[in-house]
Structures are given as structure tokens and as C-alpha cells.
């Protein structure tokens, strides 16, 4: 009988889990509602009920071990989810060790980005490449790197805070408490808020997104203001880790089509010549890249 | 008898060699004013002159290889210099096989600004670290980045650039073509620049800083500017590559005693409060970081 291994995805409003083959196949899947408010106590509780719900019935030798999957940032090399914006209580917690106790299984932590880098890499778009830059654009922007063959995790495996890259100093406030993150003017939010402003009424990105199919003018100015700012963003990480794909990922995706042109547009034109060939695909597992890339830890195989 | 390495630095103005021992002692060294406009022919019979010269009266059997760090960009998986700004003809140019025939030695060809924090990571103050970014600010601005016990490289050999982060979309004019880059605002020339417009005439960056020692406020609050936009750019690598320290090299550097406080204020001010304590220093090898690191490379050091 394979090896299977349990995966969790921690999100601030939902915690999902799989189970999860070598291959990358999921059995099965799980979510529910994250308790987000709770606690740390409350959260465990959760997370270790959900594992033992997705693995009823297999075999305890077959269960290979416990991946997850957190927002950052977090000490992977301690286990330590250092202060989870979105989760109450979750700060210098010791995430690892709290989850090995609870479940009785050796835990595998990864921050969001890079375990949907991983998961692209080994079972997604970006199979077979050495270089990859995965870039999740949700109610944040996160990101993971694989760069020559390898995961790149950095001091306290905390690279790839992609987010965070300042593309305008002093400008708009970020959650992260500084101003002018390229998350403060590409995320999903900053997108649904710049388009409410223009157009004089609350909307989400999903009707931006819907009218600008439509064909209405105002509704395809903002997408292309949106792409551009992804593609500025974008030309910098070419540029700072060279990798043969950039991976897009994350619910404001749903308008990849939509964006995929301007984005390329922004990166002819800024990109030094040499890096203007590289591919911008879709992510190819979303919404799993995060459990599967969180599956395939357990199995060792994000390292070279 | 220990085996030796020869390297060479290719710079724009100036080029450099090197004989150096596997400890990273360099035992001659010598330069010569680049013939930059002379096409790559004469420059590659220059390069093939200052290696043999400095190996004179070394018995060959000793010389292990020629190192080389060339500005980018280059393909160093290919042995090619794609298009370097300040060198005549040299636009995707076989250098290294060049080099390889002229000299009958093997060559390993690097990035100035790679080859720099090898040489910085190995012998200089980046010594027995695990992930570090190295930083040059002169002409241009370029980079280098230890991750996870080995050199970053990405696809081409191309990652690192890191002079080209877009700070102000659509900004001030970049040499690479581009707009708004890092490089554009924090080079030494930038900074040159903007004081002889604040000041009225025409002024080097040497000499600001002079004055600002001297106690001029208009001098210090030039300092003061340029300090802060190097932080901005620095914050941005904090989070993208977590290093453990960032090593500043580069011939603005003899400013560093008066740049550090406000770097380091603005990591304070903008840095995820994960990230503050990461150490900025001076490149201990200056102006020899890159040199020295060309030397490691023959040694193969430079790999995990």
C-alpha cells in the first residue's frame, strides 16, 4: 500500500485538509470555517480533529506525516508562526511542535506561498522547471520561490515575501504596517477599492471583472490598471530571482484572461531584453496548490 | 605547492587580475584601463595578456583555471555577455569559450556583482553565513544573493539583478532602459546628481559627504536622502530573499560610517518587524570582492 500524507491549509477564513498520495493525487478533502477569533487552543483543536477525520479508516503505517500550510510569517525552521495577521493569539506560537503533539505526527510547516510554489512546481504549471516564481493574489499577495532545483527558504526559511516589495516608498498603508507594498496596491482588496471609488459604487472584483467582459469602458480601464500593477511587480521579481515562470495564483485570478495581456504588455516594455521571454501561466491546482505543495513536503521531495 | 587561481575583473573602466591562492590570499594583482571601446577582440587579447602576465614564472600545472566577473548581463550557463552597457560589440558575445581559447585555460565566468558576494561569503564579511545579499552601489547598482548555503543563480545565471526593483513606476530614466528602478535613484551618479541640483553646482559624491562630515546641513540632509532611498531598496531584500546580513560594496561606500544610521533607520521604520534585525555591513574586500570571488570560483567553493 503507498505512503499517504495528511495536509492542512491554515487560511484565515478557511482551514482545509486532503489526503494526499506521492503522485500528488488527493483522495479526499475537507474544510470548514476557520476559527479565526478562537485562539490558538480552539485553532489546534480544529486542525488535529480535521487530520484525524481525513485519515479515517487508512492504516496508521501509511500515514507518512502531517504537512501544513500557514500564512506567514512564520519561523520554519523553529516552527514558529511568528504573528498571524489574521488569526488571534497566534504570536512566537510554537504552531509545530503544538500540531506534532495533538496528532501524534511528525509536522511538516511551510509558509502559504511557498507551499503553493511546491505544489505547482512538483504537480502543477510549473512541473519539470528549475526556476519558478508562484505569486498568490488574494487578500494579500504571497509567493514562493524554487530557484536552481531547490526550494528557496532563506534565514528562518521567511524568502519569498513577495508582498512586501516596495514599489512606491511612503505610498498607500499595507496591512503589514508599512506603506507602499506592491500588496497594498495589487491585492484583491486594494483592486475592489480602487474600483469602487472610480466608479462611484461598492463593488468586488468579480463584477469588475464581469463588465469589463461585457465590454463596458470604465470596467476595462480598471482591469488594465490592474494588470499593468501586477506587471510592474512582476518585472522586478524577473529580475531579482530569474526564473523560467512566473505562477499566478489566488481568487483575483479568476480574471487571469482578462489580465494576461496587460501584464505581458507591462513586462515587454519594462523588462531588461534578456528576461521578456519568460511565461506567465495560471496556476494550474488553484485552490489546492497549498494543500498539495503541503502533501508533497511530508514526502521530502521539495528539496533537491 | 598549492594550486592558484587566476582572475580577472572586467569592469568599464577598469580591468583587474588577480593570482590567488584556495584560501583566498591574493598573491599578485595588477590593472590596466579597459579598452572598452575597442570591440571585444581587443579586449579579449588584453584579458589573455593580464593572465599570463600575472601568472608569470608559475608553473603551469599549478593553475587550476581562470576566474572571470563581468557586468551583466551575462548567460553564464551558456558562457555569454548578452549586451554590456559600457563595452563596445559585446552583445551576446561567447566570452567565456573566447577567453577558454585565448588563454587554453578553463574559464568560470560570473556576474560582477555573483562573483563579489562569493568573495564576500567565503573571505569577507559574509563569512560562515548561510543566506546573504551582497550590494554594489557605483555606476550602477547590481547584486548577488547566498541562499540557503549556495549561490542563487535562476535561469541564465541571471538572478540578482537586483539594481533593477522597480521603486517608482514609470520614474526617473534607468540605463537599462527602463524606468523607476532602484538603480536610477540610488547609484552613485543619481546621488551625484540630485546634490549638484540641491546645491546649485556641479558637485561628486566625495565631496558631499566631505562636507556633511564637515557638519554642512544641506550636505547631511543630502546624506541623509540618499541613506533613506538605499534603505527603501534594502527593506525590499529583507523581505524577498531573507538574509541574514546585507554587505554593502561599491565606490559609494566610502560613505558608509555616514549612510549606515539612516539605512538602518528605515529597515527599523519599514522592515516586517521579523526582519529588523538583519545585519547591514561594509564588504570587507573592497574593491576586491569580486576579484577574489572570481579566484573562488576555479576552486569550486562557490556550491554547496
Known amino acids: 500500500m503507498?505512503?499517504?500524507?495528511?495536509?492542512?491549509?491554515?487560511?484565515?477564513?478557511?482551514?482545509?485538509?486532503?489526503?494526499?498520495?506521492?503522485?500528488?493525487?488527493?483522495?479526499?478533502?475537507n474544510s470548514m470555517p476557520t476559527p479565526a477569533n478562537a485562539g490558538?487552543?480552539?485553532?489546534?483543536?480544529?486542525?488535529?480533529?480535521?487530520?484525524?477525520?481525513?485519515?479515517?479508516?487508512?492504516?496508521?503505517?501509511?500515514?507518512?506525516?502531517?504537512?501544513?500550510?500557514?500564512?506567514?510569517?512564520?519561523?520554519?525552521?523553529?516552527?514558529?508562526?511568528?504573528?498571524?495577521?489574521n488569526l488571534a493569539g497566534f504570536s512566537d506560537f510554537p504552531l509545530r511542535d503544538r500540531l506534532s503533539e495533538a496528532t501524534g505526527l511528525s509536522v511538516s510547516l511551510e509558509n502559504d506561498g511557498i507551499a503553493a510554489a511546491i505544489g505547482e512546481w512538483k504537480q502543477g504549471s510549473g512541473q519539470g522547471l528549475s526556476h519558478l516564481v508562484y505569486v498568490t493574489v488574494s487578500t494579500g499577495i504571497g509567493g514562493g520561490v524554487i530557484a536552481d532545483g531547490r526550494v528557496l527558504r532563506g534565514r528562518r526559511g521567511m524568502a519569498g515575501h513577495i508582498g512586501?516589495?516596495?514599489?512606491?516608498?511612503?505610498?498607500?498603508?499595507?496591512?503589514?504596517?508599512?506603506?507602499?507594498?506592491?500588496?497594498?496596491?495589487?491585492?484583491?482588496?486594494?483592486?475592489?477599492?480602487r474600483a469602487s471609488e472610480r466608479l462611484?459604487?461598492?463593488?468586488?472584483?468579480?463584477?469588475?471583472?464581469?463588465?469589463?467582459?461585457a465590454g463596458d469602458a470604465p470596467a476595462q480601464a480598471l482591469v488594465a490598471e490592474q494588470a499593468d500593477i501586477l506587471g510592474i511587480g512582476i518585472v522586478s521579481l524577473l529580475h531579482l530571482y530569474s526564473p523560467e515562470m512566473v505562477i499566478l495564483g489566488g481568487g483575483l485570478l479568476h480574471g487571469f484572461s482578462l489580465l494576461d495581456a496587460g501584464i505581458r504588455s507591462r513586462i515587454s516594455r519594462s523588462a531588461m531584453p534578456a528576461f521578456r521571454d519568460v511565461r506567465v501561466a495560471k496556476a494550474a491546482l488553484f485552490p489546492d496548490s497549498g494543500l498539495i505543495g503541503a502533501g508533497m513536503l511530508v514526502f521530502g521531495t521539495s528539496q533537491a
Open 2 to 29: 503507498s505512503r499517504l500524507a495528511i495536509a492542512l491549509d491554515l487560511g484565515g477564513s478557511q482551514l482545509r485538509a486532503g489526503l494526499i498520495e506521492e503522485s500528488g493525487t488527493m483522495l479526499r478533502r
Open 40 to 85: 490558538p487552543d480552539i485553532v489546534i483543536k480544529a486542525m488535529a480533529g480535521m487530520a484525524k477525520d481525513i485519515a479515517e479508516g487508512i492504516e496508521p503505517h501509511r500515514v507518512a506525516g502531517l504537512g501544513v500550510s500557514s500564512p506567514g510569517p512564520l519561523d520554519t525552521e523553529l516552527g514558529l508562526a511568528l504573528g498571524l495577521p
Open 164 to 193: 512586501h516589495m516596495i514599489v512606491i516608498p511612503d505610498g498607500a498603508p499595507c496591512p503589514c504596517g508599512n506603506r507602499g507594498c506592491w500588496e497594498a496596491y495589487a491585492c484583491g482588496p486594494a483592486f475592489a477599492r
Open 200 to 213: 462611484g459604487r461598492q463593488v468586488d472584483a468579480e463584477s469588475v471583472f464581469r463588465s469589463a467582459e
